[in-house]
T-cell receptor, first 114, second 115 residues
Framework: DSGVTQTPKHLITATGQRVTLRCSPR?????VYWYQQSLDQGLQFLIQ???????AKGNILERFSAQQFPDLHSELNLSSLELGDSALYFC?????????????FGPGTRLLVL | AQSVTQLGSHVSVSEGALVLLRCNYS??????LFWYVQYPNQGLQLLLK??????LVKGINGFEAEFKKSETSFHLTKPSAHMSDAAEYFC?????????????FGTGTRLTIIP
């Protein structure tokens, strides 16, 4: 158990819908990262937050947005869902930003868009 | 830009045999290197990492990796495979640039252990 929690574990929805994925980082971790894992794209970085502020963006679609709240939990919002958005979404956290810091991954949310 | 190449999407070894999973990286600056393992229906777990210092890094579950700058490699090894090692393994490079500390992952290697 990494200490990072993600809810829900599974999500099934329809095209055009909107969903919210939630992540609680390890106690004391200030930095949160979101990654998408799909069969065709592999593991891709989406976005990073540090202490409530957006720090870096990766291959995140405009239909997707995220935020980190004062209690440091983070939410990833996916809207106007398409079939291709079906994937495993991971949240990771680290004590501080920095490429040498270990990122601890949650169990993921498996999203299926029908 | 940084990138990682993992040679061999599938590797099969017999129980008790040497495990060797290959990883090559591309980076314009000294990299931070990681190996993660993913068991079925689970998240990623850190096996080991290299940041600076000793180039031979020991990790959990008997795994180790050696950073070879001249070969731009960070191969993962384990002397004797166990059935419980069956999983997918990801090599990743961490960005040394402040303001963007993402991990860039390879495509993964699925390790199968033959009884």
């Amino acid at each position: 158990d990494s200490g990072v929690t993600q809810t829900p574990k599974h999500l099934i929805t329809a095209t055009g819908q909107r969903v919210t994925l939630r992540c609680s980082p390890r106690s004391g971790d200030l930095s949160v990262y979101w990654y998408q894992q799909s069969l065709d794209q592999g593991l891709q970085f989406l976005i990073q937050y540090y202490n409530g502020e957006e720090r870096a963006k990766g291959n995140i679609l405009e239909r997707f947005s995220a935020q980190q709240f004062p209690d440091l939990h983070s939410e990833l919002n996916l809207s106007s869902l398409e079939l291709g958005d079906s994937a495993l979404y991971f949240c990771a956290s680290s004590v501080a930003p920095g490429g040498r810091e270990t990122q601890y991954f949650g169990p993921g949310t498996r999203l299926l868009v029908l | 830009a940084q990138s990682v190449t993992q040679l061999g999407s599938h590797v099969s070894v017999s129980e008790g045999a040497l495990v060797l999973l290959r990883c090559n990286y591309s980076s314009s600056v000294p990299p931070y290197l990681f190996w993660y393992v993913q068991y079925p229906n689970q998240g990623l777990q850190l096996l080991l990492k290299y940041t600076t210092g000793a180039t031979l890094v020991k990790g959990i579950n008997g795994f180790e990796a050696e950073f070879k700058k001249s070969e731009t490699s960070f191969h993962l090894t384990k002397p004797s495979a166990h059935m419980s090692d069956a999983a997918e393994y990801f090599c990743a490079v961490g960005s040394p640039f402040l303001g963007n500390e993402k991990l860039t992952f390879g495509t993964g290697t699925r390790l199968t252990i033959i009884p």
